[in-house]
């Protein structure tokens, strides 16, 4: 027997693409970036990269609610508890 989940909240597809856009662009800026930075600057790398999933997590967390919008900004910033994601520990 397959089941399927299905989304009670409809997905704002717009919103979803114009965010990940911004999430891209902000993808680009950080490996800009990165390229000029010296080999032990990790720490600002990090910093770079942290935007990224920033903006990544508020695209997906705020796909179905971006009438919600800004009270719910800090818990859309958060990694989706929906998905899984390796650290390597």
Do not use: C
């Amino acid at each position: 027997m397959i089941v399927l989940h299905v989304s009670v909240n409809k997905m704002d597809k717009t919103w979803l693409v114009t965010n990940l856009e911004l999430a891209h662009g902000e993808l680009e800026e950080a490996i800009a970036e990165i390229k000029q930075l010296p080999e032990e600057d990790e720490f600002l790398a990090k910093q770079l990269l942290g935007e990224v999933y920033l903006k990544l997590n508020y695209a997906w967390n705020s796909r179905n609610m971006p009438d919600n919008l800004p009270d719910k900004y800090y818990e859309f910033i958060r990694y989706p508890k929906e998905m899984d994601i390796y650290t390597g520990d």
